[in-house]
C-alpha cells in the first residue's frame, strides 16, 4: 500500500518541481508507466517514471525484479509509441528508495555529473541478461537481449537511476520545498490542503473507465496553490467582467433554459427575470474567464458552489415547511419568491475564495447556475418553487412527436 501512495506522492513532486521550469507540463499515471511527463501539444511522454519504494532500502540488486521488470515496461512503452528505434527518446527514471552500489551498472547509470558511463553499464547489463538465473526475471531479461545492439544501447543510454530516493516518511518536506511553500503560521495547513486537493485528482487519473481527465498539468496545481495561499490571506480573485444592460437578443436566447423557466414557475415578471439573467450572464462569463486564465480550478469552482448550495438549502429547508399539500398554487409561488430572494440575500456576499470580498452578482449569478442545472443528477443544484423538482422533471422530459 505504501508503493502505491509512494507513487501517488512522486507524481505530485515532479510535477511540483518540473513546473518552476514549463508551467505546461503535465503528469499522467499508470498509462505508459507508473508516472510520466509530458507537453500537451507533444501528446508523448519526455519522461517515464519507475517508482520503487523500500522501508528497508539496502541495496540495489543487479539481477533483482524491481529493475528488469521496468526494463520490460519501457520496452513495451516504447513500441507502443514507436520510439524503441527511432525519433525522441524520452528520459527513462527509476526513481528508488533503494542505493546504487559503487562497480554495479546501477552507479554507473547515475545522472551525468556522478560518473555516468553508459558503454560500461550496458555490457554489463547484457552480460547479467544472458545468465542463467533467476528464473523470477528470466523473461524480462530475454525481451532485453531480443533487442537489437543499437536498440539495447538506445534503451540504456536513456535510463537514469535515482537512488537513495526520500522515502514516503521524507516526502512531506521535500514537497513543502518544491511547492514554494515557507515555513509560517499556515504551512502545514497549505500543505495539507494540497495533498487532499491531489488525492482526488489522483483518484479520477487512475479512474479510466470515467474518463474524467488524462493529466494533471503544472498550470492547475499552481492555480489550486494560489487559491489555497489566497484563503488564508484572504487576495480576491480579478474582477474583469463589466456589469451591463443584456440587449433583447442575449434575453431572448435564454428563453428555453431551465434557469428562466425556474424564475417563470414562481410568477416573475419579464423585467425581474432580465435583471436576473444579467446576473446569471456576466457571472458565467467571469467564471470561465477565471478558469481559462487559471485564476481559479474547477475544485475551487466546486467549492464556492457548495457554498452557495448550502446556503440555500437552509433558505428552501425553512419557506417549505410553511408549504402543505393543499397549499394553493399562488401561495406556492410566493414561497418560491421569497426562497429565491432570502437566498440572493445571503449569497450576493460570498466571495469565491475564503477570505477575500467580491462583486454582489458573481455569488447571484451563480446561484442561478445551479438552478440551470437542476434538471440532472447534480446533488448540489438548487431550485426555488416549492416544487421545483417535479416541476424539472417535467420541464426538461423528451416530448413525444406530434401525430
Given at each position: 500500500?505504501?508503493?502505491?501512495?509512494y507513487q501517488s506522492e512522486l507524481a505530485l513532486l515532479g510535477l511540483a518541481e518540473r513546473s518552476w521550469d514549463d508551467i505546461t507540463v503535465e503528469v499522467r499515471m499508470e498509462v505508459l508507466d507508473d508516472i510520466e511527463f509530458l507537453y500537451g501539444d507533444?501528446?508523448?511522454?519526455?519522461?517515464?517514471?519507475?517508482?520503487?519504494?523500500?522501508?528497508?532500502?539496502?541495496?540495489?540488486?543487479?539481477?533483482?525484479?524491481?529493475?528488469?521488470?521496468?526494463?520490460?515496461?519501457?520496452?513495451?512503452?516504447?513500441?507502443?509509441?514507436?520510439?524503441?528505434?527511432?525519433?525522441?527518446?524520452?528520459?527513462?527514471?527509476?526513481?528508488?528508495?533503494?542505493?546504487?552500489?559503487?562497480?554495479?551498472?546501477?552507479?554507473?547509470?547515475r545522472s551525468a555529473d556522478l560518473g555516468r558511463s553508459v558503454d560500461a553499464a550496458l555490457a554489463k547489463m547484457e552480460t547479467v541478461a544472458c545468465a542463467a538465473g533467476p528464473s523470477t526475471t528470466a523473461e524480462d531479461r530475454k525481451k532485453f537481449i531480443?533487442?537489437?545492439?543499437?536498440?539495447?544501447?538506445?534503451?540504456?543510454?536513456?535510463?537514469?537511476?535515482?537512488?537513495?530516493?526520500?522515502?514516503?516518511?521524507?516526502?512531506?518536506?521535500?514537497?513543502?520545498?518544491?511547492?514554494?511553500?515557507?515555513?509560517?503560521?499556515?504551512?502545514?495547513?497549505?500543505?495539507?490542503?494540497?495533498?487532499?486537493?491531489?488525492?482526488?485528482?489522483?483518484v479520477e487519473l487512475l479512474d479510466r473507465k470515467s474518463g474524467v481527465r488524462t493529466s494533471v498539468s503544472g498550470q492547475e496545481l499552481q492555480c489550486r496553490l494560489e487559491e489555497i495561499k489566497d484563503r488564508f490571506a484572504g487576495k480576491n480573485l480579478p474582477?474583469?467582467?463589466?456589469?451591463?444592460?443584456?440587449?433583447?437578443?442575449?434575453?431572448?436566447?435564454?428563453?428555453?433554459?431551465?434557469?428562466?423557466?425556474?424564475?417563470?414557475?414562481?410568477?416573475?415578471?419579464?423585467?425581474?427575470?432580465?435583471?436576473?439573467?444579467?446576473?446569471?450572464?456576466?457571472?458565467?462569463?467571469?467564471?470561465?474567464?477565471?478558469?481559462?486564465?487559471?485564476?481559479?480550478?474547477?475544485?475551487?469552482?466546486?467549492?464556492?458552489?457548495?457554498?452557495?448550495?448550502?446556503?440555500?438549502?437552509?433558505?428552501?429547508?425553512?419557506?417549505?415547511?410553511?408549504?402543505?399539500?393543499?397549499?394553493?398554487?399562488?401561495?406556492?409561488?410566493?414561497?418560491?419568491?421569497?426562497?429565491?430572494?432570502?437566498?440572493?440575500?445571503?449569497?450576493?456576499?460570498?466571495?469565491?475564495?475564503?477570505?477575500?470580498?467580491?462583486?454582489?452578482?458573481?455569488?447571484?449569478?451563480?446561484?442561478?447556475?445551479?438552478?440551470?442545472?437542476?434538471?440532472?443528477?447534480?446533488?448540489?443544484?438548487?431550485?426555488?418553487?416549492?416544487?421545483?423538482?417535479?416541476?424539472?422533471?417535467?420541464?426538461?422530459?423528451?416530448?413525444?412527436?406530434?401525430?
Amino acid at each position: 500500500m505504501t508503493g502505491y501512495l509512494y507513487q501517488s506522492e512522486l507524481a505530485l513532486l515532479g510535477l511540483a518541481e518540473r513546473s518552476w521550469d514549463d508551467i505546461t507540463v503535465e503528469v499522467r499515471m499508470e498509462v505508459l508507466d507508473d508516472i510520466e511527463f509530458l507537453y500537451g501539444d507533444s501528446g508523448d511522454p519526455f519522461e517515464l517514471l519507475q517508482s520503487k519504494h523500500r522501508e528497508n532500502a539496502g541495496k540495489l540488486s543487479e539481477t533483482g525484479k524491481d529493475f528488469w521488470r521496468s526494463v520490460a515496461s519501457w520496452i513495451d512503452a516504447l513500441t507502443e509509441i514507436g520510439r524503441l528505434s527511432t525519433g525522441n527518446m524520452p528520459l527513462l527514471r527509476l526513481a528508488t528508495t533503494q542505493v546504487a552500489v559503487e562497480g554495479t551498472f546501477f552507479h554507473q547509470l547515475r545522472s551525468a555529473d556522478l560518473g555516468r558511463s553508459v558503454d560500461a553499464a550496458l555490457a554489463k547489463m547484457e552480460t547479467v541478461a544472458c545468465a542463467a538465473g533467476p528464473s523470477t526475471t528470466a523473461e524480462d531479461r530475454k525481451k532485453f537481449i531480443h533487442l537489437t545492439q543499437s536498440q539495447r544501447y538506445r534503451l540504456v543510454a536513456a535510463i537514469e537511476i535515482s537512488d537513495a530516493s526520500p522515502r514516503m516518511s521524507d516526502l512531506e518536506s521535500r514537497l513543502g520545498r518544491a511547492l514554494g511553500i515557507r515555513p509560517g503560521a499556515h504551512a502545514v495547513d497549505i500543505l495539507e490542503n494540497i495533498r487532499g486537493w491531489w488525492y482526488g485528482m489522483a483518484v479520477e487519473l487512475l479512474d479510466r473507465k470515467s474518463g474524467v481527465r488524462t493529466s494533471v498539468s503544472g498550470q492547475e496545481l499552481q492555480c489550486r496553490l494560489e487559491e489555497i495561499k489566497d484563503r488564508f490571506a484572504g487576495k480576491n480573485l480579478p474582477v474583469t467582467e463589466t456589469l451591463r444592460r443584456l440587449t433583447q437578443a442575449e434575453i431572448a436566447a435564454y428563453g428555453d433554459e431551465l434557469v428562466v423557466a425556474q424564475m417563470k414557475w414562481i410568477g416573475l415578471k419579464d423585467h425581474a427575470i432580465a435583471s436576473h439573467l444579467r446576473d446569471y450572464h456576466h457571472a458565467r462569463t467571469q467564471r470561465s474567464e477565471w478558469l481559462r486564465t487559471f485564476e481559479i480550478t474547477e475544485a475551487g469552482l466546486g467549492d464556492y458552489e457548495r457554498r452557495l448550495w448550502d446556503a440555500w438549502d437552509h433558505v428552501y429547508a425553512y419557506q417549505c415547511g410553511e408549504v402543505n399539500y393543499d397549499t394553493a398554487d399562488d401561495e406556492r409561488a410566493a414561497a418560491g419568491r421569497r426562497i429565491l430572494m432570502t437566498t440572493m440575500g445571503k449569497v450576493e456576499g460570498m466571495p469565491a475564495r475564503l477570505g477575500s470580498t467580491t462583486e454582489r452578482w458573481i455569488g447571484c449569478g451563480t446561484i442561478h447556475s445551479l438552478a440551470d442545472r437542476a434538471h440532472g443528477t447534480d446533488e448540489y443544484s438548487v431550485g426555488w418553487h416549492p416544487d421545483y423538482p417535479e416541476l424539472c422533471f417535467g420541464h426538461c422530459e423528451p416530448k413525444g412527436e406530434s401525430a
